[in-house]
């Protein structure tokens, strides 16, 4: 059976709709896949405001640590044991003052993680470096 061969001089005027619906189907493919990861909530602990009336003037703590080990609590020597206590003091205050350390070149690394632990575990949220370069 041989089938007779259309020839037609006209022009096909149609639009071949099948790359478009391919498209459109990968198009809502990827829609469906990435709507649940924009959707997903992260949920972010926030710092509450403080009251108006309430707003107090809370002096940083200036914590030196000296090549030589020995610690300065806002110019003052301090030993270990003090330094502990007056951490457990500030932690405990309702504003919490901030904590700024500075350490002097040569200091050793076993003080420094020792008075972070120390303020790390008595709640201080504020914790910075100074750098004097």
């Not at 709507?35 to 030196?64: F, S």
């Not at 110019?75 to 350490?103: H, R």
């Not at 040569?106 to 790390?120: D, I, P, R, T």
Request: proline share 7%; net charge neutral; hydrophobic share 50%.
């Amino acid at each position: 059976m041989a089938f007779p061969a259309r020839v037609s001089s006209v022009a096909v005027s149609q639009i071949n709709v099948t790359p478009l619906v391919d498209v459109l189907l990968v198009l809502l493919i990827i829609f469906m896949i990435s709507t649940p990861v924009v959707t997903h909530k992260l949920k972010i602990d926030l710092p509450r405001p403080i009251p108006d009336g309430t707003q107090q003037k809370v002096e940083p703590i200036q914590l030196a640590i000296h090549a030589d080990g020995s610690l300065y609590w806002n110019d003052m020597p301090v030993d270990q044991i003090a330094i502990n206590a007056q951490l457990a003091i500030a932690g405990l205050q309702k504003i919490q003052p901030a904590l700024y350390i500075d350490v002097a070149d040569g200091a050793s690394y076993q003080v420094v993680a020792h008075v972070l632990s120390s303020a790390k575990s008595n709640g201080m949220a504020s914790i910075n470096f100074i750098d004097r370069r």
